[in-house]
T-cell receptor, first 111, second 115 residues
Framework: DAGITQSPRYKITETGRQVTLMCHQT?????MFWYRQDLGHGLRLIYY???????DKGEVPDGYVVSRSKTENFPLTLESATRSQTSVYFC??????????FGPGTRLTVL | AQKITQTQPGMFVQEKEAVTLDCTYD???????LFWYKQPSSGEMIFLIY??????QNATEGRYSLNFQKARKSANLVISASQLGDSAMYFC????????????FGKGTKLSVKP
């Protein structure tokens, strides 16, 4: 089905472990984004990508790494997870001519 | 600095009545877009309405309208004839021209519709 999917939907990990959150879209949108949502902060941009192999930092990039080898995928990696990275993570995509379409979110808990 | 402010953490409205959710923004960029998203308790982000800074008329989408007052830098969302399904978090967001789609979000307003 067309759309934007995220996996896993829920993840529990321990401090110091590496975690990768996956995002896949079927619209061939050029732009993809990662946000985190925390109570009292709304959504904040972590990283974004304008095209394959082009990525850039957002407002809160520290502790995260992204890659985009294919247009449809935009994985987000926490290289060494910390408790402060417990959050809900949203991936979104857009062609800039329309609104951003959001994935269902991944709820990550770091113990 | 670019900023979105939503001053109402929570609001109540009676079913079938209209409600206005406030949003003010701060930018010196003349080109920008304003968005409203709805987030029900299930967690997904649902696009509601968009207003461009050069649009002459206020945007409308069904029961949603955006009261855009450029001089006041406000972009309030008006929901007419509230329904129980409108109970959700509502986020205002701004995209600056040339920002490559980066959205700046407000902290949200939780709307509760009473039967």
């Amino acid at each position: 089905d067309a759309g934007i999917t995220q996996s896993p939907r829920y993840k529990i990990t321990e401090t110091g472990r590496q975690v990768t959150l996956m995002c896949h879209q079927t619209w061939s949108h050029s732009y993809m984004f990662w946000y985190r949502q925390d109570l009292g902060h709304g959504l904040r941009l972590i990283y974004y990508s304008a095209a394959a192999d082009i990525t850039d930092k957002g407002e809160v990039p520290d502790g995260y790494v992204v890659s985009r080898s294919k247009t449809e995928n935009f994985p987000l990696t926490l290289e060494s997870a910390t408790r402060s990275q417990t959050s809900v993570y949203f991936c979104a995509s857009s062609d800039l001519a329309t609104e951003q379409f959001f994935g269902p979110g991944t709820r990550l808990t770091v113990l | 600095a670019q900023k979105i402010t939503q001053t109402q953490p929570g609001m109540f409205v009676q079913e079938k009545e209209a409600v206005t959710l406030d949003c003010t923004y701060d930018t010196s960029d003349p080109s920008y877009g304003l968005f409203w998203y709805k987030q029900p308790s299930s967690g997904e982000m649902i696009f509601l309405i968009y207003q461009g800074s050069y649009d002459q008329q206020n945007a409308t989408e069904g029961r949603y309208s955006l009261n855009f007052q450029k001089a006041r830098k406000s972009a309030n969302l008006v929901i007419s004839a509230s329904q129980l399904g409108d109970s959700a978090m509502y986020f205002c967001a701004m995209e600056l021209g040339g920002s490559q789609g980066n959205l700046i979000f407000g902290k949200g307003t939780k709307l509760s519709v009473k039967p």
